[in-house]
């Protein structure tokens, strides 16, 4: 498991005293994928995944530390506990052995990249409705699919706990191409010093499986978008909830390099981590029937 440190520096002529910071609030970035494994996760020649490498200069100002691993077996209720908030990027059912594309088994893992078990899936729903904070990021959507219905464009008749507890499931994705996302709720932490309009060239993801009690962020018109999976109203890309105690935040953005390097993302996602650690007030209010009123018709279609 690599582990990312904040430094301090300590100057011997001012007392230890004075120099005493708070704990430090440990993040725990997991990033394993049982399917796809997107570029951003990817070690690259520094052996640090790229989407490691943004996070953690976002982290260092903020006073946070973030522990990377791609392995499963962290998920016990004992090693949970060292943790304030949990993000993940992710794909796939992560208690089972990586596939393919064509969902055929891949060689044996590496032993620092095992499948988390069912008990440790059902640690970390129990530690997010005890109270601590979670963010998934992109494909975190495509994460736990509830039985039978990946790449299905019906509801579910029973949704998988973790879809239940982020607010929403990945159905599919056309090709990247430029288009456009709305700031709905611009007091929301991260939210208010950017552009009410953001576009961005990005693998879109369309969604179902999104509850009433979400509180939308950003909202995604998807009219005038290659694919036939974007035949829908607008629908929401990014919202905050609360499972249990716990405080959860989604952003669908993430897919490309150059998404997570743009100064708006980055702000949004500094917010979204504020506000699932408790550092700053955001609204849970569900206002997506307000905002994206017909978000749940979904294609006739796909």
């Known amino acids: 498991m690599k582990r990312i440190t904040l430094s301090l520096c300590?100057?011997?002529?001012?007392?230890?005293?004075?120099?005493?910071?708070?704990?430090?609030?440990?993040?725990?970035?997991?990033?394993?994928?049982?399917?796809?494994?997107?570029s951003t996760v990817k070690a690259n020649k520094d052996e640090q995944p790229f989407?490691?490498?943004?996070?953690?200069?976002?982290?260092?100002?903020?006073?946070?530390?973030?522990?990377?691993?791609?392995?499963?077996?962290?998920?016990?209720?004992?090693?949970?506990?060292?943790?304030d908030a949990f993000v993940f990027l992710t794909t796939g059912d992560l208690t089972q052995p990586r596939k393919d594309k064509d969902q055929k088994p891949l060689p044996p893992e590496d032993p620092n990249q095992l499948p988390m078990t069912a008990e440790g899936k059902a640690?970390?729903?129990?530690?997010?409705?005890?109270?601590?904070?979670?963010?998934?990021?992109?494909?975190?959507?495509?994460?736990?699919?509830?039985?039978?219905?990946?790449?299905?464009?019906?509801e579910p008749a029973e949704t998988d706990p973790f879809i239940a507890m982020?607010?929403?499931?990945?159905?599919?994705?056309?090709?990247?191409?430029?288009?456009?996302?709305?700031?709905v709720d611009p007091r929301f932490p991260g939210?208010?010093?950017?552009?009410r309009i953001l576009a961005y060239k990005e693998e879109w993801y369309?969604?179902?499986?999104?509850?009433?009690?979400?509180?939308?962020l950003l909202v995604l018109?998807?009219?005038?978008?290659?694919?036939?999976?974007?035949?829908?109203?607008?629908?929401?890309?990014?919202w905050s909830r609360k499972h249990g105690k716990g405080k959860v935040f989604y952003t669908a953005l993430g897919h490309r390099e150059d998404v997570w390097t743009h100064a708006a993302f980055q702000k949004m996602l500094v917010g979204g981590i504020k506000f699932?650690?408790?550092?700053?007030?955001?609204?849970?209010?569900?206002?997506?029937?307000?905002?994206?009123?017909?978000?749940r018709k979904l294609p006739d279609k796909p």
């Open 10 to 38: 300590v100057l011997l002529a001012v007392p230890a005293t004075a120099l005493a910071k708070p704990a430090p609030k440990r993040l725990l970035f997991f990033t394993r994928s049982a399917g796809f494994e997107h």
């Open 51 to 83: 989407a490691l490498g943004v996070l953690s200069a976002l982290a260092m100002p903020h006073n946070w530390e973030v522990v990377h691993t791609k392995d499963g077996g962290v998920f016990t209720p004992q090693m949970l506990a060292g943790f």
């Open 123 to 154: 640690a970390l729903l129990a530690a997010v409705a005890a109270g601590k904070g979670f963010v998934g990021i992109h494909n975190a959507s495509d994460t736990f699919h509830s039985a039978g219905q990946r790449g299905s464009h019906q």
């Open 166 to 183: 982020l607010g929403g499931e990945f159905i599919a994705h056309g090709e990247q191409q430029m288009a456009s996302v709305r700031v």
């Open 191 to 195: 939210f208010g010093n950017i552009d």
């Open 206 to 216: 369309t969604l179902k499986n999104q509850p009433q009690d979400m509180h939308a």
């Open 221 to 238: 018109d998807p009219g005038g978008m290659t694919g036939g999976m974007y035949d829908r109203p607008p629908y929401p890309v990014a």
């Open 276 to 295: 699932v650690l408790g550092a700053a007030p955001g609204s849970i209010k569900p206002n997506v029937t307000q905002v994206a009123p017909l978000y």
